[in-house]
Nanobody, 127 residues
């Protein structure tokens, strides 16, 4: 069993930056992947970014490419989402998720492939 705890959300002006953290308790194995998803009010949850735990290979949604960076610290069992050049449309609850068996034939951007979820952290970008 893996438990995920997000932190780092808050209020920021457009163009600003935030860094989200997701600390995982329990053992993370090489087949794991960690992802970030977000859900804005009245919208469906959507993929933001993901990273393979063993290789560090990162994947980003087109909407955040060039602005958001996902990374991980294996020693701390923590994944980060550095969010730069934030826009009002980035406002959402951000969820950390973990997949225990993200083999390469699976769609890393699909929330159905993730087994564990955090409680979410609010990010609000306002002018």
């Amino acid at each position: 069993q893996v438990q995920l705890v997000e932190s780092g959300g808050g209020l920021v002006q457009p163009g600003g930056s935030l860094r989200l953290s997701c600390a995982a308790s329990g053992r993370i194995f090489s087949n794991y992947a960690m992802g970030w998803f977000r859900q804005a009010t009245g919208k469906e949850r959507e993929f933001v970014a993901a990273i393979r735990w063993s290789t560090g290979s990162a994947y980003n949604a087109d909407s955040v490419k060039g602005r958001f960076i996902i990374s991980r610290d294996n020693a701390k069992n923590t994944v980060y989402l550095q969010m730069n050049s934030l826009k009002p449309e980035d406002t959402a609850i951000y969820y950390c998720a973990a997949s225990r068996d993200m083999y390469y034939y699976k769609l890393i951007s699909s929330e159905k492939e993730y087994n564990y979820w955090g409680q979410g952290t609010q990010v609000t970008v306002f002018s």
